[in-house]
């Protein structure tokens, strides 16, 4: 079969290569090409160049539509709340944000960010950056281009997975997921809220919990981080990775909704692909990103030199094919339009030539906001006494022997309260006798913790002023 568009995604997950192809033509994608190189370190740089050079040779892969995904330990998410008027220097903004988060110019990063989200009218703007270190991935571009390989994108093995699940979802817009990527060393959960990615954590598996604690555990984790409004329900828990299955039977009966990726998979497989589904879903979400121009969770952490480099092939590329029709076109006398064309590319070189000044007093005027802004919580910051001691204090007073906490957090006056307790249901109206605390709800679901015997549980109150 001729396929019209290729898409090939490069996960890097626990020390091994995963490369997928997914391909389409009018019809629907199809998962054609799927290899696990193991150990894709250890085995040597000649053998994996080989590797990769026949796994797209035999397949009859283009290279051109490559999308990288790095493992999440490698990746830093960040939330950034910002007020609404910085939306039309938001690169600007952005890029002072991820300033201060470097702790040195040689441990620089690598980032890109989503659009922001928020409700239309809304004074406040929600942004999501990705980091990578500079150091991690120059090292992997650089193993790949001994490969053969300029990825044309670089993302977070997660974000495939994400946009994966999001492809065709018409309904996703209102509702919250759970997507789990299960793996030999551990799992990392991913919340899609609302259609858009809302949160990650990735906690590595030991021999003191079983796969149905660890993911229970991270599921009450998400759960109460999100603050799910009232009416919001977790629609469905969704299990991809190596150890996928296996999960899925340690949770059986315990949490609802929860199933393997096969089970919705958006795209047709080839006989020998289907098999690889659950363990490769991420691979061929970064797979479907590179096919595709507007990708659902799209962040690109390539870095921006190559990102121009790429586009200046693509340039003179467009410019040889223009040459050969301005020629054509002067043959039949069309001298007239061009001269209009020579005309219109001066003008656009010299419209280039103020970019860099305009840059620079937008980054001032975007700094001197940010600073502004910041001057504004640091202020919040002085004038609040830390009442988090007291209020700890007070807990140990009301709680009963056989109740503890597993974590605490105050977050601008609301209290989080993560624990274990023998008698959970009893709890909250002793919390809420106390002088420091009002309006205490229970956040996400209680579960029965099998080890202790004893509920888990999520409070969460406000601090009275």
């Known amino acids: 079969m001729i396929y019209l568009k290729t898409g090939v995604g490069i996960e890097l997950r626990d020390g091994d290569m995963l490369l997928s192809a997914l391909q389409s033509n009018f019809s629907k994608a199809t998962f054609t090409c799927f290899e696990r190189i193991a150990d894709c370190l250890g085995i040597g740089r000649k053998e994996l160049a080989d590797r990769v050079g026949r796994f797209f040779h035999d ?12 493992p999440r330990e490698e990746v830093v998410f960040r939330h950034l709340d910002l007020p609404a008027e910085v939306k039309d220097n938001l690169k600007d903004v952005v890029r002072y944000q991820v300033q201060a988060f470097e702790p040195s110019e040689e441990s620089g990063v690598y980032y890109d960010y989503a659009p922001p989200g928020g409700q239309a009218g809304s004074k406040r703007l929600t ?12 090292k992997q571009l650089a193993l790949l281009r001994e ?28 509702k919250t997921f759970f997507l789990a990527e299960v793996g030999r060393a551990g799992l990392e959960l991913f919340a899609l809220h609302r259609g858009r990615f809302a949160y990650s954590r990735e906690v590595a598996k030991d021999d003191a919990r079983d796969w149905g604690d660890l993911l229970l555990g991270e599921v009450n984790e998400a759960a109460s981080r999100l603050r799910l409004a009232p009416g919001d329900v977790v629609e469905k828990i969704v299990l991809s990775g190596d150890c996928a299955e296996e999960a899925l039977e340690a949770v059986r009966g315990r949490i609802p909704d929860c199933e393997l990726v096969d089970r919705s998979f958006p795209f047709d497989a080839v006989e020998k692909t289907r098999p690889a589904i659950v363990s490769a879903a991420a691979s061929v979400g970064l797979a479907f990103a590179g096919a595709t121009a507007h990708p659902a969770v799209g962040l690109n952490l390539l870095p921006p030199e190559l990102t121009r480099h790429r586009g200046r092939w693509g340039v003179a590329i467009a410019a040889a094919l223009g ?11 069309v001298r007239e339009t061009v001269q209009n064309r020579a005309l219109l590319s001066r003008l656009k070189e010299e419209n280039k030539k103020l970019d860099a000044p305009v840059r620079q007093v937008r980054a001032l005027e975007s700094k001197e906001r940010a600073l502004a802004t910041e001057e504004k919580v640091l202020e919040g910051l002085v004038n609040d006494r830390d009442r988090n001691l007291d209020i700890l204090k ?23 309260l993560v ?8 709890l909250i109206p002793q919390l809420e006798k106390s002088p420091l605390l009002k309006d205490v709800v229970q956040k996400g679901g209680i579960f029965k913790d099998q080890a202790t015997g004893r509920d888990r549980f999520t409070f969460e109150a406000r601090m009275e002023k």
């Open 394 to 416: 007070e807990l140990t007073t009301i709680f009963p022997e056989d109740t503890f906490l597993t974590n605490y957090s105050n977050k601008n006056g609301v209290i989080q």
């Open 419 to 426: 624990g274990q307790s023998g008698s959970s249901s009893d």
């Open 59 to 70: 397949n009859g892969l283009g290279r051109d539509a490559v999308v990288l995904g790095v």
């Open 323 to 333: 040459g050969l029709a301005l020629l054509l076109l002067a043959g039949l006398g």
């Open 127 to 138: 942004v999501l950056v990705a980091m990578v270190r500079k150091a991690y991935l120059d």
């Open 147 to 174: 490969c053969g390989i300029r990825p044309a994108a670089v993302s977070c093995g997660s974000m495939g997975l994400g946009g994966l699940w999001l492809h065709g979802r018409k309904d996703a817009a209102g």
